[in-house]
């Protein structure tokens, strides 16, 4: 093949490529955008924590680390779901503290969270932890919350738990 066929031929193909760049770009980019838009027209729910929620977990809340949380946390949440009245009493720090109808009662012990565990997750306080975006959780000295309040949990006197119910926060 003679320089000129092959420079002809380079020239070309240079040609053509770049004419078909722009039209795959345009092509990605309209994609993208689609992806885009399909994202934020539905919000994906967030498993997991703030990278300040991290922080705080064990700068402010006192926890160890971050999984002594979220394997607490998730176990919690498997209880609830399955009523597995045990699992839910061995995640409970005694006494527990019980709000409703505006008076405080105490549950002295795990045989006492289990004959009134009906009582004391109530529907409201059930759906509060189902329904708690990891990265909605709020986290202070006090330990963390769950939903406007309908549960509190910490570590007490070295072992994570739930210390406190609300039933009252929709009434």
């Known amino acids: 093949m003679n320089n000129t066929k092959a420079l002809k031929i380079m020239v070309t193909s ?23 838009t399909t994202q934020t027209a539905t919000p ?14 064990i700068h402010v809340a006192g926890f160890d680390n971050v999984k002594q949380f ?18 839910v009493a061995q995640r409970i720090s005694y ?25 004391i997750m109530t ?15 709020f986290i202070r000295d006090q330990g963390v919350m769950v939903g406007n309040g309908e549960i ?3 570590i007490l006197d070295n072992k994570l738990g739930v210390y406190t119910i609300n039933q009252q926060i929709h009434q």
């Open 152 to 154: 509190w949990m910490a």
């Open 44 to 57: 994906a729910k967030v498993d997991h924590l703030t990278a300040e929620q991290e922080k705080s977990l």
């Open 123 to 137: 529907t409201e306080v059930k759906k509060a932890l189902a329904n708690q975006r990891l990265d909605e959780l």
């Open 70 to 87: 979220t394997g607490f946390y998730a176990n919690l949440r498997r209880a609830v779901a399955q009523n597995n009245k045990e699992a």
């Open 14 to 36: 240079v040609l053509a490529l770049s004419i078909s760049i722009p039209a795959l770009s345009v092509s990605a980019q309209a994609t993208t955008v689609k992806a885009t």
């Open 95 to 119: 006494p527990l503290s019980i709000y409703s109808n505006s008076k405080k009662r105490s549950i002295l012990n795990k045989k006492q969270f289990i004959a009134e565990y009906d009582k």
